[in-house]
């Protein structure tokens, strides 16, 4: 069973900070996405990365692959209490299907004004 | 364009009963994904329906669940006799070609409730 580990679990930060999650798996994906999901709403896909070392910004937010396709980071800068909610990695092309998302449980992020 | 739509966005069932999800995908998306998202979990694939056909349904449960998308109107979940283990968010997902090749949408969920 492929696992994709995310920490910190729950990240509680004041207006201005910067902040990383992290996302680590034992496993090799074809690529990775990263999603924001508000409470009750369905997952919103934030950027997906493909290439090992791959590093693509949106904004204020920073995101890399790693080399072996196996790990993902997600740097904020100067953190805004819009960007409050739950960031979710999730691996494709795992187990020999190139559809199903393998996702990790997501860091909940609480930016406080 | 709407996007996937999902419905109800809260079922509340008694044990025993039957719960159907619906979910109508993005216009012109073919390929309709379920995922579950128990509380404090990660989501969980659970079956990758094409019109008419259930391409993969390793992450279903074998009993009391079922899914179909037929060729004419929106994918359904159904699960027969539910438990309070059934309880969870249930996300439909949607794509213009095979997920891994074109990006998938999400609904915003169904949060059933078993009692």
Redesign the interface.
Same mark, same amino acid.
């Given at each position: 069973t492929q696992l994709?580990e995310q920490s910190p679990q729950f990240l509680s930060i004041q207006e201005g900070e910067n902040l990383t999650v992290y996302c680590n798996s034992s496993s090799v994906f #074809? #690529?990775l996405q990263w *999603?924001r999901q508000e409470p +009750? @709403? +369905?997952?919103?896909?934030l950027v &997906?990365v493909v290439t090992g070392g791959e590093v693509k910004k949106l904004k204020r937010l920073t995101f890399q692959f790693g080399d072996a396709r196996k790990d993902s980071s997600l740097h904020i800068t100067a953190a805004q209490p819009g960007d409050t909610g739950l960031y979710?990695c999730?691996g @494709? $092309?795992g187990g020999g #299907?190139? *559809?199903?998302? &393998?996702? $990790?449980? $997501?860091t909940l992020l609480t930016v406080n004004p | 364009n709407a996007g996937v739509m999902q419905n109800p966005r809260h079922l509340v069932r008694r044990r025993g009963q039957e719960a159907r999800l619906r979910c109508s995908p993005m216009k012109g998306h073919s390929h309709v994904y379920w995922y579950r998202q128990l509380p404090e979990e990660g989501l969980k694939f659970m079956v990758y329906l094409q019109k008419e056909n259930i391409i993969d349904e390793s992450g279903m449960p074998k009993e009391r669940f079922s899914a179909e998308f037929p060729k004419e109107g929106p994918s359904i979940l159904r699960i027969q006799q539910v438990v309070r283990g059934d309880s969870a968010a249930y996300f439909c997902a949607s794509s213009l070609g095979t997920a891994g090749t074109t990006e998938a949408f999400f609904g915003q969920g169904t949060r059933l409730t078993v009692v």
């Open positions: 994709l #074809s #690529s *999603y +009750g @709403e +369905g997952p919103v896909l &997906t979710l999730a @494709e $092309g #299907s190139n *559809y199903k998302l &393998t996702f $990790g449980k $997501g | -």
